[in-house]
């Protein structure tokens, strides 16, 4: 029995070491993507390629004709997009050439670690805001060196409104706590078992 629980513990003290060490190696494998302001300060921007599920694009696209024509598509995409009220469509943003890459407005090739630069083709006051710290979120605490999120961290490049949700109710009363007396009562009482005892006549 105490040689099942020994081992049992030696176990998980190994799973835990391991799963220590996965988490220390998996932020040694984040490379920033290195951004300047137009005057020049340094910004560093957390990487997207990572976290996508079809990258990279061309392991299926090599064998697929391009076909630039507005549509419905089918699996494996997104049916519909529901960004630029039909005025923009897949190509606007993803390079029909290097199926890896996406374009921006000039039809240059932009890495997808660097999308924002692709919005910023028609968001630029928005991309403005972002890059010196009015739209956005910072990473990390206010010292040290500025890592910020990419657009599509919180906006879905294909579905960019923020949904609206619903708010969390509000924290429960919390019971039993000792209340403090009050100076002409005798026992203390909440506002709600004041109003039920007041006698309004
Ligand atoms: C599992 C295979 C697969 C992968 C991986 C894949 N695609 Fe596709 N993609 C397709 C298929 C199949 C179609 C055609 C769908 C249709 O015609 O309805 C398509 C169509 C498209 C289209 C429409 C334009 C065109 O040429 O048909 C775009 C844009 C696109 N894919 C972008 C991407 C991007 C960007 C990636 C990588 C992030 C990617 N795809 C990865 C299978 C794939
Ligand atoms: C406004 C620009 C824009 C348009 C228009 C657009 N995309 Fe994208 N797409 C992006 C960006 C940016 C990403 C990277 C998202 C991220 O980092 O999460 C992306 C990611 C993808 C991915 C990879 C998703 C994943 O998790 O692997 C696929 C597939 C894709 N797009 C297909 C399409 C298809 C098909 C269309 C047209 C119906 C389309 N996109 C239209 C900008 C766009
Ligand atoms: C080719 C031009 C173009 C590009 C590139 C583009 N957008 Fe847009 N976007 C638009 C237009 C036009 C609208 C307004 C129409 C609409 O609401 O869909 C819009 C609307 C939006 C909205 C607001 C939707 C709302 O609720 O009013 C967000 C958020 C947004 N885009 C985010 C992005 C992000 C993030 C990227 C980069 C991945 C991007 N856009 C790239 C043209 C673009
Ligand atoms: C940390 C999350 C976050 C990041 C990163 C971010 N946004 Fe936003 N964005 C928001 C939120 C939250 C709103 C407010 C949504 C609202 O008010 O409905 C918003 C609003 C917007 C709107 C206006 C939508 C409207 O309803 O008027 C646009 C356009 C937009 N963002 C574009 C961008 C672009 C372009 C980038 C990158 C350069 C970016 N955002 C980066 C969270 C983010």
Same mark, same amino acid.
């Given at each position: 029995?105490?040689? %099942? ?14 799963? =220590? ?8 494998? =984040? ?6 302001? @137009? ?7 957390? &990487? ?17 004709? &391009?076909? @630039?024509? =507005?549509?419905?598509? %089918?699996?494996?995409? &997104? ?5 630029? +009220? ?23 090739? !932009? $890495? %997808? +670690? ?14 403005? $805001?972002?890059? %010196? ?22 906006? $879905? ?6 949904? &609206?949700?619903? @708010?969390? @109710?509000?924290?429960? !009363?919390?019971?039993? /706590?000792?209340?403090? /007396? ?6 203390? /009482? ?7 005892? +007041? +006698?309004?006549?």
């Amino acid at each position: 029995m105490t040689l %099942f629980a020994g081992s049992a513990l030696l176990l998980w003290a190994g799973l835990v070491v391991w799963s =220590v060490s996965l988490a220390q190696s998996e932020a040694e494998a =984040v490379e920033l993507v290195r951004n300047t302001t @137009p005057d020049g300060a340094e910004f560093w921007v957390m &990487p997207r390629k990572s976290e996508l599920t079809y990258y990279p694009c061309a392991q299926c696209h090599k064998l697929i004709p &391009p076909n @630039p024509e =507005v549509r419905k598509l %089918f699996s494996p995409h &997104p049916s519909e997009l529901d960004h630029g +009220d039909e005025r923009i469509w897949c190509l606007t943003c993803h390079d029909i050439e290097d199926r890896n890459t996406l374009t921006n407005l000039l039809g240059e090739s !932009v $890495d %997808f +670690d660097r999308a924002a630069e692709v919005c910023a083709s028609c968001h630029m006051q928005r991309h403005q $805001d972002w890059m %010196f710290g009015g739209h956005g979120k910072r990473r990390g605490d206010w010292q040290g060196e500025r890592v910020i999120y990419s657009c599509p961290q919180c906006h $879905d490049p294909h579905t960019p409104t923020i949904k &609206p949700r619903a @708010p969390k @109710p509000p924290p429960p !009363v919390r019971k039993g /706590l000792a209340r403090p /007396l009050h100076p002409e009562a005798e026992e203390y /009482l909440s506002v709600w078992e004041r109003l039920e005892s +007041d +006698d309004h006549d």
